[in-house]
């Protein structure tokens, strides 16, 4: 399980994120919801050790992680894909997957054949540079990429963001066969309401780097959710 307790930071003088705490647990879908500009991206970097934490602490596994580099953190167990995909535009969808590679030890750098089942297309494309592919076939080259790593914890940013419906259903259904496997934390960041109120079996909203509401499903009916990220 993922725990974040009373995480700050701050971008120079700037604070963005004012104390957030939240968990992830495995086998679930936390959704991170708010409007633009709210620190959804900033937390997600945060965990990924991406950038900096300023105070509060982050916990895997009743592990403490402490300041992570981003390298730390994908040895750890905390996948991350970020928003825009980050798909190396001149290496092939294979080597883009083995970049995976780097935080496993030497005898996990394998590509797992599940990868493959859960993204068909990624096995018919594997010699084709990651530039050439669709926006959603590199959403879904980055979310394997990350997969690879044999993650606890799964952060997706945004990944319907500019994605055609049809590969927006297909990402739904890997969320939700990742999720029935148990073992992964899916920290969802997302601002296509229904996709994510769809999957999510929690909600934290933020408002200007503040938790607004951090309930499970049941808790929570749509109009509610609705109304805190749309402030
Ligand atoms: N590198 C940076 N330097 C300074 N300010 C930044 C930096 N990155 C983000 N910010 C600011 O921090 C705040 C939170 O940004 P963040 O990207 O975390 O929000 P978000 O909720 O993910 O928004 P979006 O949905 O637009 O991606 C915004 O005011 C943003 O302008």
Same mark, same amino acid.
């Given at each position: 399980?993922?725990?974040?307790?009373?995480?700050?930071?701050?971008?120079?003088?700037?604070?963005?994120?004012?104390?957030?705490?939240?968990?992830?647990?495995?086998?679930?879908?936390?959704?991170?919801?708010?409007?633009?500009?709210?620190?959804?991206?900033?937390?997600?970097?945060?965990?990924?050790?991406?950038?900096?934490?300023?105070?509060?602490?982050?916990?895997?596994?009743?592990?403490?992680?402490?300041?992570?580099?981003?390298?730390?953190?994908?040895?750890?167990?905390?996948?991350?894909?970020?928003?825009?995909?980050? $798909?190396?535009?001149?290496?092939?969808?294979?080597? /883009? !997957?083995?970049?995976? #590679?780097?935080? &496993?030890? *030497? +005898?996990?750098? @394998?590509?797992?054949?599940?990868?493959?089942?859960?993204?068909?297309?990624?096995?018919?494309?594997?010699?084709?540079?990651?530039?050439?592919?669709?926006?959603?076939?590199?959403?879904?080259?980055?979310?394997?990429?990350?997969?690879?790593?044999?993650?606890?914890?799964?952060?997706?940013?945004?990944?319907?963001?500019?994605?055609?419906?049809?590969?927006?259903?297909?990402?739904?259904?890997?969320?939700?066969?990742?999720?029935?496997?148990?073992?992964?934390?899916?920290?969802? $960041?997302?601002?296509?309401?229904?996709?994510?109120? /769809? !999957?999510?079996?929690? #909600?934290?909203? &933020?408002? *200007? +780097?503040?938790? @607004?509401?951090?309930?499970?499903?049941?808790?929570?009916?749509?109009?509610?959710?609705?109304?805190?990220?749309?402030?």
């Amino acid at each position: 399980m993922l725990e974040i307790a009373d995480l700050t930071l701050k971008y120079g003088q700037s604070q963005i994120l004012n104390g957030i705490s939240m968990t992830a647990k495995p086998g679930q879908v936390t959704a991170v919801m708010g409007t633009n500009g709210v620190g959804k991206t900033s937390l997600l970097k945060a965990i990924a050790g991406r950038h900096p934490y300023s105070g509060g602490t982050i916990t895997l596994d009743g592990k403490p992680l402490d300041h992570p580099t981003a390298f730390q953190a994908a040895r750890a167990g905390i996948a991350y894909v970020p928003q825009g995909r980050e $798909v190396f535009p001149l290496l092939t969808v294979t080597e /883009n !997957l083995t970049t995976g #590679f780097a935080c &496993l030890p *030497r +005898g996990g750098k @394998v590509i797992p054949p599940r990868i493959y089942e859960l993204f068909p297309v990624l096995a018919e494309m594997k010699d084709r540079r990651g530039g050439d592919l669709s926006g959603g076939q590199q959403q879904q080259l980055a979310i394997a990429r990350a997969l690879i790593t044999r993650p606890r914890v799964l952060l997706l940013d945004e990944p319907t963001e500019g994605i055609q419906p049809n590969i927006i259903k297909q990402i739904g259904r890997v969320i939700e066969a990742l999720r029935g496997e148990g073992e992964i934390a899916i920290v969802l $960041v997302e601002q296509y309401f229904d996709f994510a109120y /769809n !999957l999510a079996d929690e #909600f934290v909203a &933020l408002n *200007r +780097g503040s938790v @607004v509401l951090r309930d499970p499903k049941a808790k929570v009916d749509r109009a509610t959710l609705l109304s805190r990220v749309s402030i």
